[in-house]
């Protein structure tokens, strides 16, 4: 397949002011970081002389900022604790202009937290403050009120799942028949063990492992891709799904057929919240009036950009039409 340059650029100057929802779990990255010159004399681990630290917006959020760097409207519906993590985020959220009239305190959670301590540019260790239990019936039903009185707003909504809670079974099924009955895009980025949850869903949007694992498939070439993406747009009854195959580029399933987009990335140097950015740039150029092949092209250019840079990253238009017209 071909596409038009002229026509990518028409969608992406269509991005401004398009208004995009959010929904998903909500998370604070916190990165320390230090050298290591010597052994703990109390256990065999490394001593981390720390003298910086950093704190980022993860989760949904992520994927929020990526649609803001894009030009779109965001808004973020989502669940934080009462604490002082909360405060940070609900700080870091509001000076990237995003909407949060949506987001919900709950004293009874904590704020996920993943604190990362990296040494000489080498994750040491991990630490994550979180809760994966299901939201209460209370906080779902107040979310789909709060969704509903504002769905019809939105031009489409990308549900970011990274397995904390929010994104359960009951509040999928009444969001998506929501959306349905607005006629609104509905955009997931899976966690692999919920994949029922989202049937009937616009596109799916998982890396290859995601994939396999929700299938019980392994993938040993193009034929058993083919497959495999055959397996879940039947399951599910998609209307599209991109699977991400990192330096391989992506593959793309729509009306039966489908078709490999090779990297668009120039060089690699972090990986880190490419599918935020790649479900930003999907679902932002549907709203725009791309079909699947020419939204995951455009989204093809915005994670090629992004892995080009350190930490979680997002592209923006000018850097994805200078890319573009250097393809």
């Known amino acids: 397949m071909k596409v038009n340059k002229i026509r990518l650029k028409n969608i992406i100057s269509r991005f401004k002011g398009k208004k995009i929802l959010v929904v998903g779990d909500l998370i604070l ?16 681990v490394p001593v981390v002389w720390a003298n910086k630290e950093n704190f980022v917006c993860g989760g ?5 900022l990526n649609l803001v760097s894009l ?16 405060e940070t985020l609900f700080s870091l959220i509001g000076k990237s202009k995003i909407k949060t009239s949506l ?14 301590i990296m040494a000489h540019h080498q994750q040491v260790v991990r630490v994550d403050w979180e809760s994966v239990e299901p939201l209460s019936l209370k906080t779902n039903k107040e ?5 509903r009185k ?57 890396n290859l492992k995601e994939a396999q694992a929700a299938a019980n498939m392994k993938v040993r070439n193009n034929n058993d891709l083919s497959l495999l993406g055959k397996v879940i747009m039947e399951k599910l009854k998609l209307h599209a799904l991109l699977i991400t195959l990192g330096e391989e580029g992506m593959m793309l399933f729509f009306d039966n057929q489908h078709c490999l987009i090779p990297t668009a ?35 093809n250019f915005a994670a090629g950009i992004v892995v080009g840079k350190l930490g ?16």
């Open 150 to 206: 504002n769905i019809k707003d939105f031009d489409a909504v990308i549900i970011e799942d990274y397995g904390k809670g929010v994104i359960n079974p009951a509040l999928v099924e009444d969001l998506v028949g929501l959306c349905k009955s607005e006629k609104k895009i509905v955009a997931v980025d899976p966690k692999e063990d919920h994949f029922d949850y989202y049937e009937g869903v616009t596109v799916l949007t998982p």
């Open 265 to 299: 990335a120039i060089e690699v140097f972090d990986v880190t919240g490419a599918g935020d950015t790649v479900i930003a740039a999907f679902t932002l150029s549907l709203s725009c009036g791309a079909s699947y092949y020419e939204a995951a092209i455009v989204a």
């Open 103 to 116: 987001v919900i305190k709950d004293e009874n959670r904590p704020t996920t937290l993943k604190t990362r």
């Open 29 to 44: 990255d916190h990165y320390i970081f230090g050298k290591v010159e010597r052994v703990s004399p109390e256990a065999p």
């Open 143 to 147: 979310i789909l009120n709060r969704v």
């Open 312 to 327: 979680a990253a997002a592209a923006n238009k000018k850097e994805l039409i200078k890319r573009i017209d250097e393809s």
């Open 71 to 86: 030009g779109a409207e965001v808004s973020l519906c989502g669940v934080l604790g009462r604490d002082y993590f909360a």
């Open 60 to 64: 949904a959020a992520n994927a929020a």
